[in-house]
């Protein structure tokens, strides 16, 4: 397996601006999350999904920000309209909770570094 | 209100010694916690996962201890080498997510 796939790595867009940042999770893995990473807050958990399903998004920091997982291979965090206070580094992870998966933790991508100008 | 805290501040150590890594937290009752490694540019890594009912778990030059009256778990690399210098990351579970700490920056002086 190739792990989790995000795409864009860079992103840099101007204020306003809608971006569309991409996740693949691991084939069978039945939880997905979004993070963002700052140096001043570490990482925080947006949203997660389990069997596609969003099951929390009190992380998700106001309306300009939603996330979909239209089916279990691909999810998306849009921000709409973008800011600069959303520059960041955002990771998707999937992990199988289930059947006894956490030991396994958490596989995270590679992550999405957005700067919004 | 919630809170995890790693050593603030960076921590620089001869290569051969022990580096010893401390992850507290308020307001939490894990069931589990993770330690994670992150390096530049790259997302984390998972390392090891011990449960509450654990005080120790090893894995190769890795030991995880967890004291839950203490609320305070620690990670151990022994025998450092410069190939572990990284961010390490602690993770405790609140139901199905994992809450991070903001990390530790350890450096491995050859």
């Known amino acids: 397996d190739a792990g989790v796939i995000q795409s864009p790595r860079h992103e840099v867009t101007e204020m306003g601006q809608e971006v569309t940042l991409r996740c693949k999770p691991i084939?069978?893995?039945?939880?997905l999350f979004w993070y963002r990473q700052t140096m001043m807050r570490g990482l925080e958990l947006l949203i997660y999904?389990?069997?596609?399903?969003?099951?929390?998004d009190s992380g998700m920091p106001e309306d300009r920000f939603s996330a979909k997982m239209p089916n279990a291979s691909f999810s998306t965090l849009k921000i709409q309209p973008s800011e600069p206070r959303d520059s960041a580094v955002y990771f998707c992870?999937?992990?199988?909770?289930?059947?006894?998966?956490?030991?396994?933790?958490?596989?995270f991508g590679s992550g999405t570094r957005l700067t919004v100008v | 209100s919630q809170k995890i805290e790693q050593n603030s501040e960076a921590l620089n150590i001869q290569e051969g010694k022990t580096a010893t890594l401390t992850c507290n937290y308020t307001?939490?009752?894990?069931?589990?916690l993770q330690w994670y490694r992150q390096d530049p540019g790259r997302g984390p890594v998972f390392l090891l996962l011990?449960?509450?009912?654990?005080k120790e778990k090893r894995k190769e030059r890795l030991k995880v201890t967890f004291d839950t009256t203490l609320k305070q778990s620690l990670f151990h690399i022994t025998a450092s080498q410069p190939a572990d210098s990284a961010t390490y990351l602690c993770?405790?579970?609140?139901?199905?997510?994992?809450?991070f700490g903001t990390g530790t920056s350890l450096t491995v002086i050859p």
């Open positions: 993770a405790l579970d609140s139901g199905n997510q994992f809450y």
């Open positions: 999904f389990n069997n596609n399903v969003p099951i929390d």
């Open positions: 992870a999937s992990s199988l909770l289930s059947r006894g998966g956490i030991d396994y933790g958490y596989t």
């Open positions: 011990i449960r509450e009912n654990e």
């Open positions: 084939s069978g893995h039945d939880y």
């Open positions: 307001n939490y009752s894990p069931a589990y």
